[in-house]
DNA sequence: TTATCATTCAAGAAATCACTTGAATGTCTA
DNA sequence: TAGACATTCAAGTGATTTCTTGAATGATAA
């Protein structure tokens, strides 16, 4: 017995609904959408086995979300589609306005209350024209290396503290990192605006920035990649 | 031992992923989006058995997805959010675009291989201003009766045989459902344009018609809803 | 060819999920 | 207050998922 069109679509959808039902695979799709990466980078990054992170990747793509190819011997994974970061923004979005729990941790992380909003990419792209800005991207080194905003300076969070003595007291400054799910800017920017710096975040992280056209650069590495 | 704000955030997020890891959860979504129902209704149009029902209803509401009222004896659920319409249109675009599997379920929903663009929403509000198109609504009349665009005739993939003749041969038609995961629309498509006549989809269902703010006209049954 | 390396496969254990059944709760109506 | 009704809870079963471990595959380099 065959079973209907309709459920054989629902059960299509729901294989793209498991994909982003896994904390694992969500934290794997934040990778891939900053650049394509392989599966010992990934395992790396997230903190999984080989094995694991393999059959997580599969599973990825059997729901259409990344596709593979070979370089050599490793296996290169990226995402097929840029609208999956639409749909992890979305999540995130939905996830933010719905569940208290999550509103709670972002409250934390901005340490108090005074969370300013985020500055949006066109308007950063807009100051940046001025050189009036300071641009904070608080990943760590290999991922700056793999791509970033041009004149972006390259700090992590342990790192932030030797550079506060190098920024103008009233330097207009707005971070960024991975993406919709990645935490360091809000802890940056909760850091320096504790510090009396007029410090912001940027909307979305780099991969959102490429998505919307504006120039990265990179200082591809040797050994990376 | 206490997790990490990062690994929280991701949990929660794949919170709302695995909302949409069931085919029955996007089942009972699909009917939320047209509007609120009670939980025998939603069973009876999902084919869910009633305890079954209400548990997915309880898991979308631990997403954040849908919130609940009592009226009377009755619990009716709603969607909290319409942005919730976006995700799951999000997710479908995803599926059609990357996996065949679901390419191909719609190919063969079509007939042939002659499937139109579907009309967009905005097209169509200013072509209903000039009273040119025939608008129908392939849902049934219990759904249609809850809510549908002014001026659209109310006829099934079954009853659909009987309206023929009372077509003008060259009218131009326009179907729609109940949205983005609903068939009957690809379905009435495909027998009208067999027979010659001139008939497209509308681009979405009845929700994404009335988050976009245009009309929806009502004839409240007194058994019903 | 052989050795090496990155990844995938296969099998198993523990946890979780989907669905069923029958009882419990809470609200209205008589 | 008792009875009827809609929904939820609780417990159990079979299926699926996640993660681990160790072996197998496929591609390169010597």
Redesign the interface.
């Known amino acids: 017995m065959s079973i209907g069109?309709?459920?054989?679509?629902?059960?299509?959808?729901?294989?793209?609904?498991?994909?982003?039902?896994?904390?694992a695979?969500?934290?794997l799709l934040e990778q891939l959408a900053q650049g394509e990466r392989g599966v010992e980078g990934l395992a790396d990054k997230t903190g999984l086995t080989l094995a694991n992170c393999s059959q997580h990747l599969q599973q990825l793509r059997r729901?259409?979300?990344v596709t593979s190819r070979r370089a050599g011997k490793a296996v290169i994974y990226r995402l097929?589609?840029t609208?999956?970061l639409?749909?992890m923004d979305?999540?995130?979005?939905?996830?933010e306005?719905?569940?208290d729990?999550?509103a709670q941790?972002?409250r934390?992380?901005s340490g108090g209350a005074d969370a300013p909003e985020p500055v949006s990419r066109v308007d950063l792209a807009a100051r940046m024209a001025d050189g009036a800005v300071t641009i904070l991207d608080v990943r760590p080194a290999d991922e700056f290396a793999a791509g970033h905003i041009p004149g972006a300076l390259n700090r992590t969070l342990t790192e932030l503290g030797a550079l506060l003595p190098d920024l103008a007291p009233d330097a207009e400054i707005v971070a960024y990192c991975r993406g919709p799910?990645c935490?360091y800017a809000h802890q940056a920017v909760a850091a320096l605006r504790q510090r009396g710096f007029n410090a912001r975040r940027l909307e979305g992280g780099l991969p959102e920035w490429r998505a919307d056209g504006f120039a990265v650069v990179s200082n591809p590495q040797p050994g990376c990649c």
């Open positions: 069109p309709k459920t054989a679509l629902l059960e299509e959808y729901a294989l793209v609904g498991q994909a982003l039902s896994s904390p695979r969500l934290a729901a259409g979300l097929t589609d609208k999956t639409e749909l979305l999540l995130r979005v939905l996830a306005r719905n569940l729990q999550v941790i972002l934390g992380l799910y935490i």
